[in-house]
């Protein structure tokens, strides 16, 4: 199996952009997370925003366990118990990165159609 592409280089450089790819995905959730936060709490209805408050912790523990169970399933599938060893840890990282890269892909495709349909009579501007 072939090395991945950051194996050429020294260490220091290696957990440089090990950390700069880490700093860019919580800067994207940082920026991301309070506008969803915001547009579900606007969009609850009156007299349900605290409902709406604890259903945002609660469908993001639930995410975060199902993607723990996935990435353990995907890992294992992948080879890192068998063959195991270094060969495994490289074939359970690259399609750990692959599946979990398909997720975000998803979700814009989704946000995109969304965002493209038409509205509905509730949210149509008044006709002059």
Sequence with gaps: MAM???????????????????AGAGAGVGIGWPHLL???????????EGMASAA???VQLYGMAIGA??????????GLI?????????????????SFALAPALAALAARR???????PSRREPQA
């Design 114 to 120: 969304i965002s493209h349909v038409a509205p509905g």
């Design 82 to 98: 068998a063959p195991g060893g270094t060969a495994g840890a490289q074939s359970a990282a690259a399609w750990l990165f692959a």
């Design 4 to 22: 991945p592409a950051g194996a050429s280089l020294v260490p220091w450089a290696r957990t440089l952009l090990c950390g700069l790819a880490l």
């Design 69 to 78: 169970a996935v990435a353990g399933l995907v890992a294992n599938a992948a």
């Design 56 to 58: 945002i912790t609660t």
């Design 38 to 48: 915001t547009r579900v709490l606007t969009l609850a209805p009156r007299g349900e």
